[in-house]
């Protein structure tokens, strides 16, 4: 036993590639992940990648097509579409990381309550989830954001306030599965306290299925950002998000298509990577959650 | 006549670890109008047998060589379309789980007159069939019972409708696999008994699978044995029992509890070699003194629980005023079919349910009302071991860690708990090898030696023990009651049992509980209740008890 | 079955009482005042005080809270800024049009989405499942917005064959129809693919299950088995995930609308967070939950009224 704790280090290394051969070995995977890292490498290296300013108005460049010079042309206000688009998947991928880690942790710690606490305190989340839920998407973050204003915050409390019901709902229903099973009752039996029992023997069984869940929900929540960034409610111009791409596009679309192309594509190639990824990491890890 | 000859049948599967050969030269015949078992343990290739006859092998599977003929056909040429020509008119089946027998959404009703779909009849004379077979499984109101949905019936009558819908089309072959396994035990009997009387009145031949070997005496005129899909061991069910040729059926027959006739303290394995064991009687009970008082006390229990919707509230009696006493060191055996309020007793026994009323007194001490100081000091003292072997442990949890729970939920520290770890998967019979594995990588029997390590490591005065050896198959079950007996020796525990298995309580317990309906209906010394029961109940479980074999 | 209603009907007036609560905690409790918000940045202190006053603002909060949870059973949720019209009155009639959007998305939801998922269930592992997964999966993951913007380019700017604006004439069916295709596809083809995808898996773990193999053994034609017996209990969760997926079609609706110049009530929200008439927000926000919840009520009837199981365990 000693040596393994002097020497871990090719274990652990193995134990890192083998999954990651095990979604390349699935062509659906390999192409997600393909654009999952190529849509962070374009948000991460977006200073050198172009040199152009994505807020920099040029109103005489207005209206070009894809060219050299602006590799995915210009919109009505003669701004480059390819720096606008590297800069809003920055917005895209901040947006959807900070506010999928704050739902996973209300979530999780919201469904353990609910779950393993008393009777009519789970009656009680229960019933909060299920009227959050019961809220539409959209009008919920049209009134929030009428209230709050238009800001990246707003957006992101919407897409917590939509998200976190649903993830604690899943660790509530598998920790009230997990809390009558013969292990649990066994710890319980032994004397085992109820903070033990979560941290050792539920936590470690619900999480995973919820963290495959949630990256599913990736494309979701970039949804969400692009599309009240869409409708003006999100990011304040003149910020580069690919919702507001989009919505230019949308107005100026008898004059040209390619303001719609430059900010539709990504949206697409982003959600397509994500949900590709986390279908192949579902069905590799966990397969029982086919199907959801 | 023979009905069914299987000859030189091999069947193997494609796996991702390569083929794999699931059945190897198999042979027998079922002969016109008989009822031929097949005996086997868990993995053995029954069900790889079952539907290989019915054409309903996994995609991945395929007949390599050999031939199934059936009523003069071969059926490993047949095509779907021939083979399910054939399905329900000559050769039907039924499964062992009861409850997922029915479909649970369409009426009984709709579902045995789908079955005779090919009958050119009308809808009334279709269902006037009906009844006349569920009448013949014994369904009470069985013209009514047509419009109920299987949820509306019990898993006895679930089991005897699927039995119906089988014979429905009077088939020349039924093919009965482990039909009354899930069943409790008197029910069980009457479930045989009906088995045997439909096969007679439709003069069919039934092929029946189980791994009971007293069921496949009581029922089968001839059998077949198997073992790692291979056939060992084929004749009549006298000449199979009673001479048997085989290793394999010797140390079968000798490992199953019902065939020790008397008490004995170490019950044979599959180790031993046949014909050598002795077995070793129970010490006589020691006398107790007047002062002596008992480990456990339990006075007028009760255990409610209320089934609460929005417009009814049903307080069900779960536990219903049981009375007794536990000594040190003694063994109480609590006996009773499934919903006799056994495990809810012994759950309450540990303070993992509350009681409604009575009190339970634990060396002096009522468990219900002790705080939490004196209440860690209980869960050291009783330690208890659950049904499912392998889902009583954690499943992300490695055996060591699992092993050394108690002692880190205790905060039980002066000990060198690697050498602790290693001292009690010995003691439980299991290799140090076994200390890095996880639950998925044990056997049923290894994970259930995890638990006995587990629950004697604190060195507990009371273990509660519940169905420990439910799901084991025969050959395991004997090393795990004697690891019990010899352990319980050794440390001086005092332990209640609790099994519906009245053939393998009888080997550990010094006194029976029987329990029937929340209360202990009849109560005494092991042999006495045995010898001489008193209890109505008590007797009609033990007539219900298809005792071993050896008995015929 | 009437009790197994009435708790139903229970559950949802409460869901729709929280729901109210919260609606209410955001629009009081949230930094910012209502009166602000609705006059916007250059209004004197005597107009907002005025407005404070006639929007009961000067209540204390209970009371405030209480007028609305009353208010908004009665029907009574306030009257709209600029013309002083009852806001319900003014849902109510955009209402319609994004009621047809939705039943459109769900026509073609359903009718796509369930012969999809069987089709690929009984085709297990063959081509056609895979392409139907793969489809599947990618219409689910893009954007409603998206594909509503690109339907729009795509069939109504370039190629011109399907109307870019509004719902068509009124009185005529037809043209109505015309004008409902694409933003009910923009509606509905993201639940073309859960629906198929929910139904493709359910139908495998029946398929799976022991009675399935009983009803083999019985010799029963794969027909009967896959339709009768299989799909029968297959659909049951389908039915589950279009009551929760109509909150999410409203959603799209929104953007259908704002797309195709629609009117609805989406259409209806935008405009109205542009002028600040806050009221309107509200009670079309409320009156959306509503509906939202009804619908799921009716798919949990729907439910019991196909599973014997649920019907008798209330």
């Known amino acids: 036993m000693s040596e393994a704790i002097f020497n871990p280090a090719p274990g652990r290394l193995a134990e890192l590639w083998r999954p990651i051969r095990k979604i390349l070995r699935e062509p659906l995977g390999a192409l997600g992940l393909f654009l999952v890292l190529l849509v962070i490498f374009g948000a991460v290296f977006a200073d050198l990648l172009t040199g152009w300013d994505p807020t920099k108005i040029n109103p005489r460049d207005r209206f070009q097509g894809p060219n050299p010079t602006h590799l995915m042309g210009t919109d009505q206000l003669g701004r480059d579409l390819f720096a606008r688009v590297l800069y809003g998947g920055r917005i895209a991928l901040f947006v959807a990381l900070v506010s999928t880690g704050v739902s996973l942790v209300i979530g999780i710690i919201l469904g353990l309550i609910a779950g393993y606490g008393p009777r009519w305190l789970d009656n009680l989340l229960i019933l909060l989830f299920d009227a959050m839920k019961s809220f539409p998407t959209v009008m919920l973050a049209l009134a929030l954001v009428t209230l709050m204003g238009p800001s990246l915050t707003a957006v992101m409390v919407v897409i917590v306030l939509v998200t976190v019901p649903g993830y604690a709902r899943i660790i509530r229903t598998q920790t009230i599965a997990l809390k009558t099973s013969e292990y649990v009752t066994a710890a319980q039996s032994m004397g085992a306290s109820s903070a033990r029992i979560l941290r050792l023997h539920i936590l470690p069984n619900v999480i995973g299925p919820l963290v495959i869940l949630a990256s599913m929900d990736i494309p979701v929540v970039i949804g969400i950002e692009a599309g009240m960034s869409f409708l003006g409610l999100g990011v304040r111009p003149p910020t580069p998000s690919w919702g507001s791409i989009l919505n230019d596009g949308f107005t100026n679309i008898r004059d040209t298509a390619w303001i719609a192309i430059a900010g539709g594509v990504p949206i697409i190639i982003t959600t397509l990577g994500f949900t590709f990824l986390g279908e192949t990491l579902r069905d590799v890890f966990d397969p029982r959650l086919k199907g959801r | 006549m023979t009905t069914l000859r299987i000859d030189n049948l091999n069947v193997s599967f494609d796996t991702e670890a390569g083929a794999f050969h699931a059945l190897k030269n198999v042979s027998f015949n079922v002969p016109e109008n008989t009822i031929v078992g097949i005996v086997g343990e868990s993995g053995c290739g029954k069900s790889t047998l079952i539907n290989s006859i019915l054409g309903l092998l996994a995609d991945n599977g395929r007949i390599d060589s050999g031939d199934i003929e059936f009523e003069g056909q071969d059926l490993t040429r047949l095509d779907a379309t021939a083979m399910r020509a054939l399905r329900g008119p000559r050769i039907s089946a039924v499964f062992q789980d009861p409850m997922g027998a029915l479909n649970p959404v369409l009426s009984v009703g709709e579902q045995m007159r789908n079955i005779q779909y090919r009958d050119d009849r009308s809808k009334a004379d279709k269902d006037a069939r009906s009844v006349e077979m569920l009448e013949a499984v014994k369904i009470p109101n069985a013209s009514e019972a047509l419009a109920r949905y299987p949820h509306e019936f019990s898993g006895g009558m679930k089991q005897r409708i699927a039995i119906a819908m089988a014979l429905m089309m009077r088939p020349g072959l039924l093919i009965a696999d482990e039909p009354t396994t899930a069943l409790d035990a008197t029910l069980e009997v009457v479930t045989l008994d009906l088995l045997k009387e439909l096969q007679e009145q439709i003069g069919c031949s039934v092929l029946f699978i189980s791994h009971h070997l007293g069921v496949i005496a009581e029922l089968c005129d001839e059998v077949a044995v198997m073992y790692g899909g291979e056939v060992v061991e084929r004749g009549t069910t006298q000449q199979v029992f009673h001479n048997p040729h085989h290793d394999y059926t010797r140390r079968l027959l000798e490992c199953d509890p019902a065939n020790q006739r008397e008490r004995t303290r170490r019950l044979p394995t599959m180790n031993d070699e046949p014909g050598s064991f002795q077995p070793q009687p129970a010490p006589p009970a020691p006398v107790r003194s007047a002062e002596e008082k008992p480990l456990l006390t339990v006075r007028d229990a009760e255990v409610t629980f209320t089934n609460s919707s929005l417009f009814n509230k049903r307080i069900i009696r779960g536990v219903d005023g049981v009375s007794f006493d536990l000594y040190a060191g003694e063994t109480i055996g609590l006996v009773g079919e499934s919903g006799s309020g056994k495990t809810t007793l012994a759950r309450a026994t540990a303070r993992l349910n509350a009681i409604s009323g009575g009190s339970i007194t634990f060396e002096g001490q009522k468990v219900h009302s002790l705080g939490p100081s004196d209440m860690r000091g209980l869960r050291r003292d009783i330690s208890m071991m659950f049904q499912d072997p392998i889902g009583s442990l954690s499943p992300r949890m490695k055996v060591k860690d699992l092993v050394a729970e108690p002692f880190r939920i205790h905060r039980v520290s002066g000990i060198d708990l690697d050498a602790e770890i290693s001292r009690l998967l010995t003691l439980a019979g299991l290799g140090p090898e076994f200390a890095d594995r996880f639950p998925h990588q044990l056997s049923g029997g290894q994970a259930r030696r995890v638990g006995v390590a587990r629950a004697i490591a604190l060195r507990p005065k009371l273990i509660i023990a519940d169905e420990p050896t439910a799901g084991l198959d025969v050959s395991v079950q004997g090393g795990v009651l004697n690891l019990l007996n010899d352990l319980r020796e050794e440390l001086d525990l005092a332990m209640i049992f609790i099994t519906h298995n009245l053939n393998v309580v009888r080997h550990v317990a010094d006194r029976i509980a029987v329990m029937y309906q929340g209360k202990i209906v009849e109560m005494g010394d092991a042999e006495d209740i045995f010898g001489s029961p008193a209890h109505d109940y008590t007797k009609k479980l033990l007539s219900a008890n298809l005792a071993g074999p050896g008995s015929h | ?314």
């Open chain 3, 1 to 314: 079955m009437l009790s197994y209603f009435f708790k139903r009907l229970g559950l949802a007036a409460a869901i729709v009482s929280v729901a109210m609560f919260l609606l209410f905690c955001m629009i009081y409790l949230i930094p910012g005042d209502p009166a602000s918000v609705a006059l916007g940045p250059r209004a004197t202190e005597e107009m907002r005080a005025a407005l404070r006053e006639k929007m009961g603002l000067n209540q204390p909060v209970l009371v405030q809270f209480w007028n609305f949870y009353i208010g908004a059973w009665t029907g009574d949720l306030g009257d709209e800024v600029l013309s002083g019209r009852p806001v319900t009155t003014v849902v109510f009639e955009q209402l319609p049009y994004t009621l047809a959007l939705i039943v459109g998305g769900i026509t073609w939801s359903v009718a796509l989405g369930i012969p999809l998922g069987c089709w690929a269930a009984v085709s297990r592992g063959s081509w056609a499942d895979r392409i139907v997964g793969i489809l599947s999966v990618a219409v689910i993951a893009v954007p409603s917005f998206v594909i509503a913007i690109y339907a729009l380019l795509i069939f109504s700017v370039e190629l011109r064959w399907l109307p870019a604006i509004g719902a068509g004439e009124p009185g005529d069916l037809g043209d109505q129809l015309r004008h409902l295709i694409l933003p009910s596809l923009a509606v509905g083809l993201g639940w073309v693919g859960y629906i198929a995808r929910m139904v493709r898996a359910s139908m495998l773990e029946v398929l799976e299950a022991s009675h399935i193999r009983t009803a083999r053994a019985f010799g029963l034609p794969d027909r009967t088995i896959t339709y009768r017996y299989a799909l029968s209990i297959a659909i049951l969760p389908t039915v589950t995930l279009l009551g929760v997926g109509i909150g999410q079609m409203l959603s799209s609706a929104v953007f259908a609308e704002i797309v195709f110049a629609r009117p609805g009530v989406g259409k209806l929200v935008y405009d109205a967070i542009l002028t600040r008439n806050f009221p309107i927000v509200t009670g079309t926000v409320l009156i959306t939950t509503v509906l939202f919840v009804l619908l799921n009520l009716l798919a949990d009837l729907i439910i019991g009224a196909l599973d014997p199981r649920v019907r008798s365990n209330f």
